[in-house]
């Protein structure tokens, strides 16, 4: 799908977000020519920025806004590995050793992201072997995040525990309220269990099911958890 192209003096408050990660390690003089190499576009919702087993042609800064990245197999199956938020530089790996992607990634709602060309990508770094620090941190970032993900799914037993961790992994950005901690579901039940590996009729019923022991309360993609405690305890059931 096509992105509209945003004129760089539109975005220049939302880029410097992102300086908290990859950027932060950057001189002045660096960040300022990194920022010429940045081609800002705007996706709509459900966009798909790069393909699994696509060749990478450079790196995606992501501005504003979240994108889930996946696998699928060879049956169709998908599993979300982990949702990219604001600030976070994509398909780093895949650009830096010219391989194809390992991922695909989609926007989940209308999303502002720069992209760098690979062959400006690595003269920037060659230019200024200061950013190989960012470059590094954001690699070792990825790593641990696949991980978590990989024991989520793989060693949880129940997809009680499995949903439960899911819970207090968004609850750790959540609101705090009197009533508990709120957050906003980011996923439909669809995709929750495309993150969790099981179906979606899985997750209603499980999410029912936590409802009706008062674990959460749910209005709309709202999502109240009173007790986390509670949810804690299943977690490491």
Known sequence: MSAHTMEMHENGRS??????????????????E??????????PEGATLFSEKEAARGVFVLVQGSVKLSICSSEGKTLILRIANAGEILAMNAALSA??????AETMHTCQVAFVRRDDFLRFLARYPEAYLGVARELICDYRKACDQLRTVSLSVSVTARMATLL???SSNGQETKQGTRIKMPLTHEEIGEFIGTSRE?????????????????QGSTLLIPNRAALENLAVA
């Open 202 to 218: 899985t997750v209603t019923r499980t999410l029912s099911d936590f409802k009706r022991r008062h674990l959460v309360a749910l």
């Open 168 to 170: 207090l992994n968004w």
């Open 99 to 104: 391989a194809s992607h390992e991922v695909s």
């Open 34 to 43: 990194f920022d010429s190499l940045l081609c800002p576009s705007v996706y």
């Open 15 to 32: 880029l410097r977000s992102t300086r908290e990660g990859f950027l932060a390690q950057l001189s002045p003089a660096a960040r300022s």
